[in-house]
């Protein structure tokens, strides 16, 4: 079972990127999926999460800029980003989990990562 991110990449502040991830192999009716970012000296932060049922939540920083979606059939999660600014400038995980008391738990399996960085 594996993770593999895509879609990273440079773009000028203001663009916009979509990034994907696709679950290969072993992963079977995934719960939740979810979308990290970790900058060179910075803990890894959750950024937004989706349920089977495509219910979503975000981290206040990228809510209202980001929009995360999934196709059950495919095992594939995306992250819309637009409004790109300077400091979404990091690296992009993603993750399969699960709810549990109403926040998103992340299970052991990460892709490998896809770079983002906002520059002009």
């Known amino acids: 079972a594996q993770l593999v991110e895509s879609g990273g990449g440079l773009v000028q502040p203001g663009g916009s990127l979509t990034l994907s991830c696709v679950a290969y192999g072993g992963f079977f009716s995934i719960d939740a999926m979810a979308w990290y970012r970790q900058a060179p000296g910075n803990q890894r932060d959750l950024l937004a999460s989706i349920n089977r049922y495509g219910a979503t939540t975000y981290n206040d920083s990228v809510k209202d800029r980001f929009t995360i979606t999934r196709d059950n059939a495919k095992n594939t999660v995306f992250l819309q980003m637009d409004g790109l600014k300077s400091e979404d400038t990091a690296e992009y995980y993603c993750?399969?989990?699960?709810?549990?008391?109403?926040?998103?738990?992340?299970?052991?399996?990460w892709g490998q990562g896809t770079q983002v960085t906002v520059s002009s």
């Open positions: 993750n399969t989990g699960y709810y549990w008391e109403g926040r998103y738990t992340p299970g052991p399996y």
